[in-house]
């Protein structure tokens, strides 16, 4: 398989699988819908393919940003809270947050 048609394939997934978190979004079976408060599977594919890859880039951007501004926040004095923002924040939400959670 070919690197486009992998990745047009990789694509159409993320697409249907967009296409059935938001139908389950609408008709109440998402994940605050469910009673034992577990995130629907629809959810858990959308976090998997889109969400995590997002946040691992945030992650990343953010990281590269706040070294970049380190030496103005360390002569300002306040390294701790973009430090949070541009690292901690996008890091939490993709590897310590469980699968599918926060998605609908």
């Known amino acids: 398989m070919s ?3 992998r990745g047009l394939s990789l694509l159409a997934g993320a ?3 967009l296409a059935a978190a938001s139908a389950s979004a609408q008709d109440g079976t998402g994940y605050e819908a469910t009673t034992g408060g577990a995130p629907s599977a629809a959810a858990m594919a959308v976090d998997l393919l889109v ?3 997002l946040g691992l880039a945030a992650t990343v951007i ?3 940003v706040f ?3 380190l030496p103005f926040q360390a002569l ?3 390294v701790s809270d973009p430090a ?3 690292v901690t ?3 939490a939400f993709t590897f310590v947050r469980p699968l599918g959670e926060g998605v609908n």
């Open 89 to 91: 924040e996008p890091a």
């Open 3 to 5: 690197l486009t048609t």
């Open 51 to 53: 969400a995590r890859p």
């Open 15 to 17: 697409v249907l699988s």
């Open 84 to 86: 949070h923002k541009l």
């Open 67 to 69: 070294v970049a501004s």
């Open 76 to 78: 300002a004095g306040n």
């Open 62 to 64: 953010g990281t590269v």
